[in-house]
Nanobody
Framework: VQLQASGGGLVQAGDSLRLSCAAS????????ISWFRQAPGKEREFVAA????????NYADSVKGRFTISNDVAKDTVHLQMNSLNAEDTAVYFC?????????????????????WGQGTQVTVTS
């Protein structure tokens, strides 16, 4: 599985941005696809997860109500719609996926469980 993230940019606080993650290769093997982010000097943190077959979603508390993860099955693409952005959302955003047929919120929130990663896309929010 190969993942290609795009859509980052420089925006002002309160603005919206949509990230995309295009999957290729053995996409039928994907079970969970997620977004993580890493701010300068901080550890990579979980943002949102989507269960590929049935579109069940889960979010970090810090983005709940502002971010929405969704998938376009026909295009093998996952989107992260980010609204009401603030400076704390500034980070490099990564999409990641795993094939293991196992899900708990805690398991999906750990970057250690993801063998497939896209390159990061920078999101910068100015206040």
């Amino acid at each position: 599985v190969q993942l290609q993230a795009s859509g980052g940019g420089l925006v002002q606080a309160g603005d919206s941005l949509r990230l995309s993650c295009a999957a290729s290769g053995r996409t039928a093997d994907i079970y969970i696809i997620s977004w993580f982010r890493q701010a300068p000097g901080k550890e990579r943190e979980f943002v949102a997860a989507l269960r590929w077959p049935n579109r069940y979603t889960n979010y970090a508390d810090s983005v709940k109500g502002r971010f929405t993860i969704s998938n376009d099955v026909a295009k093998d693409t996952v989107h992260l719609q980010m609204n009401s952005l603030n400076a704390e959302d500034t980070a490099v955003y990564f999409c990641a996926a795993y094939s293991q047929l196992y899900y708990t919120a805690e398991f999906a929130a750990s970057s250690d469980n993801y063998p497939y990663w896209g390159q990061g896309t920078q999101v910068t929010v100015t206040s």
